[in-house]
């Protein structure tokens, strides 16, 4: 087993920071610490030859030896006065041949997963088509701004209209709450993008449904339900049938239009 093989094991296992992780980089490639080969780099040598009792229990963690053998071993070798001869005595313990085999099977188990390398070139193909966005205009960006501003204030009008608590569910955690637009702030008109009228304050699941047209209000505030969601989702959302949203005259033509707009039948 490579030492380079064995470190890409270590990235995707979520342990590329760890002492073992920059340990074990110093032995990748030829030529290294006066070993002329790629094939010299393999971990038999580097557990031969190191003198850190923290990285040889780290190693025969990752084998998976028994941990009182590991304390045992570490507890003698502790008792040598100088680090060469620690290290000696912890391996004439736990040689190499009884940690090896586990050491092979945990880097089969972390080559299982994607590997960093797959990761990385994930990354450099979603950085690449990044790159190749359109950049807006300087008169979009001001419209994103202002957009986002504009559902700041809006979030914060409704948090005061619904007094802090979605009418469906209850839930009062604000983090779990979206400002939902009955009609989008991309079809409104100016007026009707900041009117308290043209919102519902939903729990984050109920506010998904609606945006998508799986879920509506009648004018007298009855919740509707699409035929487009199955049973068993809509009774995940935790909403009955019989829930009733206090809704007014104003709230009516942002409801009738939502109803059009996902084809609800009595619209």
């Not at 990752?62 to 060469?84: M, N």
């Not at 188990?109 to 300087?138: K, T």
């Not at 979206?178 to 008109?189: F, G, T, Y």
């Not at 009774?235 to 709230?251: D, F, M, N």
Request: hydrophobic share 40%.
């Amino acid at each position: 087993m490579s030492i380079k093989r064995f470190v890409a094991a270590l990235d995707c296992s979520g342990r590329a920071e760890t002492p073992l992780r920059r340990w074990l980089g110093e032995y990748d490639g030829p030529g290294q610490h006066n070993r002329q080969s790629r094939g010299e780099n393999n971990l038999s040598v580097a557990y031969a030859r190191d003198h850190e009792l923290g990285q040889l229990e780290l190693i025969c963690q990752l084998a998976g030896v028994d941990p009182r053998h590991i304390a045992a071993a570490s507890e003698a070798a502790r008792l040598a006065a100088r680090t060469p001869a620690q290290a000696k005595m912890f391996r004439d313990r736990l040689p190499w041949a009884v940690i090896a085999p586990g050491l092979q099977a945990f880097v089969e188990r972390c080559e299982v997963h994607v590997g960093i390398a797959s990761a990385r070139r994930l990354q450099s193909e979603a950085e690449e088509a990044f790159d190749q966005l359109r950049i807006p205009a300087e008169t979009e960006v001001m419209h994103m701004a202002t957009r986002r501003i504009g559902q700041d204030v809006f979030r914060r009008m409704l948090l005061q209209y619904w007094n802090q608590r979605c009418p469906t569910s209850g839930i009062s955690d604000p983090r779990l709450l979206r400002a939902s637009h009955i009609k989008p702030w991309d079809v409104c008109e100016n007026h009707e993008r900041l009117s308290p009228f043209n919102g519902i304050l939903l729990s984050a699941n109920l506010d998904a449904a609606f945006d998508a047209g799986l879920i509506s209000f009648s004018n007298g505030g009855a919740l509707l339900r699409s035929d487009l969601i199955s049973d068993a989702n809509f009774l995940a959302l935790g909403i009955g049938s019989s829930t009733r949203l206090s809704v007014t005259l104003q709230h009516e033509q942002f409801l009738a239009w939502h109803r059009r707009e996902h084809r609800y039948c009595s619209d």
